[in-house]
Protein backbone atom coordinates (compact mmCIF):
# COMPACT_ATOMS: atom_id res chain seq x y z
CA UNK A 1 0.00 0.00 0.00
CA UNK A 2 1.43 3.53 -0.82
CA UNK A 3 1.08 5.22 2.69
CA UNK A 4 3.01 8.47 1.13
CA UNK A 5 0.08 8.80 -1.56
CA UNK A 6 -2.49 7.80 0.86
CA UNK A 7 -0.71 10.31 3.57
CA UNK A 8 -0.43 13.26 0.64
CA UNK A 9 -4.00 13.32 -0.20
CA UNK A 10 -5.38 12.63 3.50
CA UNK A 11 -3.28 15.70 4.61
CA UNK A 12 -5.05 17.89 1.98
CA UNK A 13 -8.50 16.67 3.07
CA UNK A 14 -7.60 17.44 6.41
CA UNK A 15 -6.51 20.81 5.42
CA UNK A 16 -9.30 21.53 3.38
CA UNK A 17 -11.42 20.56 6.62
CA UNK A 18 -9.62 22.34 8.76
CA UNK A 19 -9.69 25.59 6.96
CA UNK A 20 -13.44 25.44 5.25
CA UNK A 21 -14.74 24.82 9.19
CA UNK A 22 -11.65 27.47 10.95
CA UNK A 23 -10.44 24.62 12.79
CA UNK A 24 -6.53 25.06 12.05
CA UNK A 25 -6.08 25.76 15.66
CA UNK A 26 -8.14 23.00 17.65
CA UNK A 27 -6.52 20.33 18.50
CA UNK A 28 -8.53 17.33 17.22
CA UNK A 29 -6.59 14.38 18.33
CA UNK A 30 -9.39 13.43 20.67
CA UNK A 31 -12.34 13.98 18.53
CA UNK A 32 -10.42 11.80 15.71
CA UNK A 33 -9.87 8.86 17.88
CA UNK A 34 -13.83 8.99 18.95
CA UNK A 35 -14.47 9.30 15.20
CA UNK A 36 -12.57 6.38 14.60
CA UNK A 37 -14.16 3.94 17.47
CA UNK A 38 -17.50 4.74 15.80
CA UNK A 39 -16.11 4.32 12.10
CA UNK A 40 -14.77 1.07 13.33
CA UNK A 41 -18.18 0.09 14.99
CA UNK A 42 -20.46 1.49 12.13
CA UNK A 43 -18.29 -1.53 10.40
CA UNK A 44 -18.31 -4.05 12.82
CA UNK A 45 -22.38 -3.51 12.16
CA UNK A 46 -22.23 -4.07 8.93
CA UNK A 47 -20.56 -7.19 8.86
CA UNK A 48 -22.67 -8.97 11.53
CA UNK A 49 -19.75 -10.73 12.88
CA UNK A 50 -21.12 -10.61 16.62
CA UNK A 51 -25.42 -10.72 15.77
CA UNK A 52 -25.20 -14.46 17.21
CA UNK A 53 -28.68 -13.85 17.43
CA UNK A 54 -29.42 -13.08 13.86
CA UNK A 55 -29.30 -14.76 11.02
CA UNK A 56 -28.93 -12.41 8.07
CA UNK A 57 -25.73 -12.10 6.47
CA UNK A 58 -23.26 -9.47 6.39
CA UNK A 59 -24.01 -6.20 3.97
CA UNK A 60 -22.51 -7.01 0.80
CA UNK A 61 -18.73 -5.89 0.16
CA UNK A 62 -19.17 -3.09 -1.52
CA UNK A 63 -20.72 -1.57 1.69
CA UNK A 64 -18.15 -3.16 4.31
CA UNK A 65 -15.49 -1.59 1.92
CA UNK A 66 -17.40 1.92 2.47
CA UNK A 67 -17.26 1.56 5.66
CA UNK A 68 -13.74 0.01 5.98
CA UNK A 69 -11.92 3.32 4.18
CA UNK A 70 -14.09 5.35 6.43
CA UNK A 71 -11.52 3.85 9.22
CA UNK A 72 -8.94 4.19 7.25
CA UNK A 73 -9.21 8.05 7.14
CA UNK A 74 -9.22 8.50 10.60
CA UNK A 75 -6.17 6.61 10.63
CA UNK A 76 -4.50 8.12 8.08
CA UNK A 77 -5.47 11.22 9.88
CA UNK A 78 -4.46 10.40 13.53
CA UNK A 79 -0.73 9.62 11.91
CA UNK A 80 -0.61 12.85 10.51
CA UNK A 81 -1.98 14.93 13.69
CA UNK A 82 0.93 13.17 15.04
CA UNK A 83 3.73 13.71 12.71
CA UNK A 84 3.91 10.02 11.61
CA UNK A 85 3.26 10.98 8.28
CA UNK A 86 6.61 11.96 7.89
CA UNK A 87 8.22 9.07 9.03
CA UNK A 88 9.63 6.36 6.71
CA UNK A 89 7.23 3.10 7.35
CA UNK A 90 5.86 0.21 5.47
CA UNK A 91 2.57 -1.81 7.75
CA UNK A 92 1.26 -4.45 5.62
CA UNK A 93 -2.14 -6.62 5.72
CA UNK A 94 -0.94 -9.34 7.23
CA UNK A 95 -3.34 -12.90 8.41
CA UNK A 96 -4.26 -12.93 11.90
CA UNK A 97 -5.32 -15.63 13.64
CA UNK A 98 -8.37 -14.06 15.24
CA UNK A 99 -11.75 -14.40 14.04
CA UNK A 100 -13.21 -11.28 12.56
CA UNK A 101 -15.15 -10.84 16.30
CA UNK A 102 -11.79 -11.05 17.78
CA UNK A 103 -9.71 -8.74 15.74
CA UNK A 104 -12.69 -5.87 16.42
CA UNK A 105 -12.29 -6.14 19.80
CA UNK A 106 -8.56 -6.60 19.67
CA UNK A 107 -8.18 -3.28 17.34
CA UNK A 108 -10.39 -1.19 19.91
CA UNK A 109 -7.78 -2.18 22.37
CA UNK A 110 -5.00 -0.85 20.20
CA UNK A 111 -6.79 2.43 19.42
CA UNK A 112 -7.27 3.20 23.00
CA UNK A 113 -3.73 2.11 23.73
CA UNK A 114 -2.60 4.72 21.25
CA UNK A 115 -5.44 7.75 22.14
CA UNK A 116 -3.27 7.11 26.21
CA UNK A 117 0.66 7.00 24.24
CA UNK A 118 0.24 8.54 20.98
CA UNK A 119 3.62 6.66 20.49
CA UNK A 120 4.55 5.99 17.02
CA UNK A 121 4.64 2.25 18.02
CA UNK A 122 1.00 1.96 19.13
CA UNK A 123 0.25 3.79 15.91
CA UNK A 124 1.83 1.16 13.77
CA UNK A 125 0.10 -1.49 15.87
CA UNK A 126 -3.61 0.30 15.17
CA UNK A 127 -2.70 0.59 11.43
CA UNK A 128 -1.23 -2.95 11.00
CA UNK A 129 -3.92 -4.24 13.34
CA UNK A 130 -6.94 -2.34 10.97
CA UNK A 131 -5.13 -4.13 7.93
CA UNK A 132 -5.03 -7.22 9.64
CA UNK A 133 -9.15 -6.47 9.88
CA UNK A 134 -9.48 -5.81 6.44
CA UNK A 135 -7.95 -9.19 5.37
CA UNK A 136 -10.46 -10.84 7.40
CA UNK A 137 -13.32 -9.39 5.79
CA UNK A 138 -11.43 -10.44 2.44
CA UNK A 139 -10.25 -6.64 1.62
CA UNK A 140 -7.21 -6.76 -0.61
CA UNK A 141 -4.74 -4.02 -0.36
CA UNK A 142 -5.90 -2.89 -4.09
CA UNK A 143 -9.28 -2.77 -2.78
CA UNK A 144 -8.59 -0.62 -0.05
CA UNK A 145 -6.69 1.86 -2.28
CA UNK A 146 -9.29 2.30 -4.76
CA UNK A 147 -12.04 2.32 -2.31
CA UNK A 148 -9.68 5.39 -0.37
CA UNK A 149 -9.87 6.90 -3.43
CA UNK A 150 -13.22 7.07 -4.20
CA UNK A 151 -14.00 8.21 -0.49
CA UNK A 152 -11.61 10.58 -0.61
CA UNK A 153 -13.82 12.16 -3.54
CA UNK A 154 -16.65 11.69 -1.73
CA UNK A 155 -15.62 13.55 1.33
CA UNK A 156 -15.00 16.74 -0.82
CA UNK A 157 -18.07 16.98 -2.47
CA UNK A 158 -19.59 16.30 0.85
CA UNK A 159 -17.36 19.81 1.75
CA UNK A 160 -18.51 21.63 -0.97
CA UNK A 161 -22.33 20.74 -0.18
CA UNK A 162 -21.84 21.95 3.60
CA UNK A 163 -21.81 17.66 4.91
Excluded at 9 to 21: G, N, R, T, V
Excluded at 85 to 104: C, G, M, Y
Aim: hydrophobic share 40%; with cysteine.
Amino acid sequence: MNLTKLFGMQQALDQHIEEKHQLQESDLFSRKVLALLVEVGELANETKCFKFWSVKPSSPKDVILEEFVDGVHFILSLGIECGFDRKNFEVNALASSKDVTEQFLYLYKTINDFQQSKSFEDYVTVMGTYLQLGTLLEISETEMEQAYFAKNEVNYQRQANNY
